[in-house]
């Protein structure tokens, strides 16, 4: 698939703007501060629904105005789709595909796949595991858009499960309800768990071979799933269930005393090896973001073998970052599939023919196509 128009109105630095891309690599070039990663997150908006660094959603209208806009026309090999998102000050967004609204998040998923990389994604390995979590759930989500209505499900059982075990501590009679909410955790926890399972197994093999590329096959990278709980990889759903609900049986007292609920997909993590060393701990900072790295653009892979047309790449500001052998090796794996690059700096793209590459100027909220 690949994006053929964008339209922004209002939209963060930008006024009004409409852009033509190139089916295969384009290049935005600016200073800092002048929406280079803004019309990134606008794509990346279309895909999720949800931008992944602003706050609150009037962050992304304008200062000064009330209604933003993004547009985003995409082609898939038989289809098209055309992704309209409008954000206002005083109502929630509006969501339309093919002009027409949907009113569950989970209906925008896999309208338009993307992958992103920027220099945030350094967090995927080195900080805490709500940030795998955040990128199992992502990236799943955009595989199996029902994964995303578990996942927004288990959110608001677990809450439920946790107020539930607060009223406990007062009133004991509350007792026989959670049984009930028990029943609900451990049916779509057990779902998320198995979907996560066969998630890392797939991600891992693609994630290892281009680690192993990219670093001339000295750095033998492993990604391995850590439940909260013991459970074997190879258990079924039902399977997966049944240990949930001894597990939460089994901690009920100790859940109470916390008022929250210890085991669950919630607590879950992935644990990053290079040459068997944990890379949080142990990698240098160029291991770590090149592990960020492979398991990014393993998505990349995933997603083409799942959906049988490639994401959209992003790469925000990341070339600067990564060294001669790494840039290139980022330019030429994926020079068949449509690739939005931010810079600031010019970069090297001569041996790619005029064709296939469009390079933009962005200042102050203008992009210029040379
Ligand atoms: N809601 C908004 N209204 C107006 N301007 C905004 C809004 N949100 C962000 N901006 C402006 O957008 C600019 C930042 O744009 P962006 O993050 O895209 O920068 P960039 O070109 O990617 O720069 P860098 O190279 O530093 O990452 C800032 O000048 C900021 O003040």
């Known amino acids: 698939m ?48 949800k931008s992944y660094r602003a706050a609150k959603e009037k962050e992304l209208i304008k200062i000064d105005k009330d209604k933003a806009y993004i547009g985003i026309n995409v082609r898939w090999d038989f289809i098209d789709k055309f992704i309209e998102i409008k954000f206002e000050k005083k109502r929630p967004k509006r969501i339309r595909i093919n002009k027409i609204e ?93 979907e996560r399972i066969e998630f890392i197994e797939k991600i891992s093999k693609i994630s290892k071979n281009i680690h192993k590329n990219i670093t001339d096959g000295i750095e033998e990278l492993e990604l391995k799933y850590m439940p909260s709980f013991n459970i074997d990889c190879e ?22 005393e916390k008022g929250t609920t210890e085991f669950g997909p919630h607590r879950d993590d992935i644990k990053i090896n290079i040459n068997g060393l944990d890379v949080k701990t142990f990698g240098s900072q160029g291991q770590q973001r090149t592990a960020a ?23 925000d500001d990341v070339l600067s970052e990564l060294d001669l052998k790494r840039r290139k090796f980022l330019l030429s794996a994926f ?30 909220g203008n992009i210029v196509n040379v």
């Open 235 to 256: 258990l079924s759903k039902k399977e997966i269930k049944e240990t949930f609900i001894k597990v939460l049986n089994k901690n009920l007292s100790k859940d109470i």
């Open 293 to 315: 790295l492979s398991m990014k653009l393993a998505e990349v892979e995933l997603v083409k073998s799942e959906i049988g047309e490639y994401p959209v790449l992003l790469l």
């Open 335 to 364: 020079k068949d599939i449509q690739t939005i690059i931010t810079s600031t700096e010019d970069i090297d793209v001569l041996n790619i023919s005029k064709e296939d590459k469009k390079v933009f100027y962005v200042s102050k």
């Open 2 to 49: 690949h994006i053929e128009n964008i339209k922004l109105i209002n939209y963060r630095n930008y006024d009004k703007l409409q852009i033509k891309l190139n089916k295969k690599l384009n290049i935005f070039i600016g200073n800092n501060a002048q929406g280079k990663t803004n019309l990134l997150e606008s794509i990346y908006i279309c895909a999720f629904g």
């Open 102 to 194: 949907i009113d569950r998040m989970s209906d925008l998923f896999g309208n338009l796949n993307v992958v992103l990389f920027s220099p945030e994604d350094l967090k995927l390995v080195k900080e805490g595991p709500s940030n795998r979590r955040e990128f199992l759930d992502t990236e799943i989500s955009q595989i199996k858009p029902k994964y995303r209505y578990n996942i927004n499900r288990y959110s608001k059982i677990l809450k439920q499960r946790n107020n539930l075990l607060k009223s406990v501590q007062i009133n004991n009679n509350k007792l026989k309800t959670i049984e009930v909410w028990d029943m609900q955790l451990a049916d779509v926890g057990s779902e998320i768990i198995k």
